[in-house]
């Protein structure tokens, strides 16, 4: 298993319950497809760098994990087809 590093903004607009099942989802994700969850911290919502579809403003989650391959490329794919996801970033730690 290698080490990765996830984060991603979401729309400031999404409700708290909404964006505590967004994170469950991707947490799900990772452990469905065999890997680990180790850390999760929220950051909250942070003013962006430079306006991303029309917003100044996003929710920050990073998220920490162990987990094969072929799960990143999993979650990438449900980052871009969910409505509320603004930008992600996953980072491979082991190199």
Do not use: C
């Not at 400031?12 to 469950?24: G, M, T, V």
């Not at 911290?41 to 996003?58: C, F, Q, S, V």
């Not at 799960?71 to 491979?92: A, F, Q, S």
């Amino acid at each position: 298993m290698r080490s990765y590093e996830t984060i991603f903004i979401l729309s400031p607009e999404i409700n708290d319950e909404l964006k505590q099942s967004l994170i469950q989802k991707f947490k799900g994700i990772i452990t469905e497809n065999g890997g680990e969850v180790t850390n999760v911290d929220e950051w909250g919502k942070r003013k962006l760098a430079y306006e991303i579809k029309k917003k100044n403003e996003g929710y920050y989650v990073l998220m920490n994990f162990n987990a094969d391959i072929n799960v990143p490329h999993e979650l990438e794919r449900n980052y871009k087809i969910t409505d509320g996801i603004l930008r992600y970033l996953i980072v491979n730690l082991d190199k």
